[in-house]
């Protein structure tokens, strides 16, 4: 592991794409900022670990309900379970399409 110093508006460069930035310090806890392109998916731990816990395959037909229902869910502007459903289950149909679809929703619903 590399482990790095950074003072309040200093940043460190991953691979010549991706920047992050120290933006604030209070006592305990570090506000980061994260620049990178889309297709590169940046997200906290325990949303990294949960989308990965759920990695067990499923039926066509239990895929489908649930692609029906997130669709269901945008189309009532729930967007914020919405959001939730398809971090909980990256493995449906149309992932991409809904990953582009669903781009800076996180940053948006959970930075308030």
């Known amino acids: 592991m590399l482990v790095l110093q950074r003072k309040r508006n200093e940043s ?8 992050v930035s120290v933006l604030e310090i209070r006592r305990d806890r570090v506000k ?5 392109p889309t297709e590169v998916p940046v997200h ?3 949303v990294f670990d949960a989308i ?17 229902e997130f669709r269901r869910l945008l189309d009532t502007n729930n967007i914020k379970s919405a959001y939730d459903m398809f971090l909980k289950y990256p493995n449906m149909p149309g992932h991409d399409d ?10 948006k619903l959970y930075s308030q």
Do not use: F, N
């Open 32 to 36: 980061l900022g994260v620049d990178a």
């Open 98 to 107: 809904l990953t582009r679809l669903t781009s800076g929703l996180g940053k």
């Open 52 to 68: 990965h816990r759920d990695k067990k395959p499923v039926s066509q037909e239990e895929t489908r309900q649930r692609y029906q």
């Open 44 to 46: 906290r731990r325990e």
């Open 12 to 19: 460190i460069v991953i691979d010549d794409v991706v920047t």
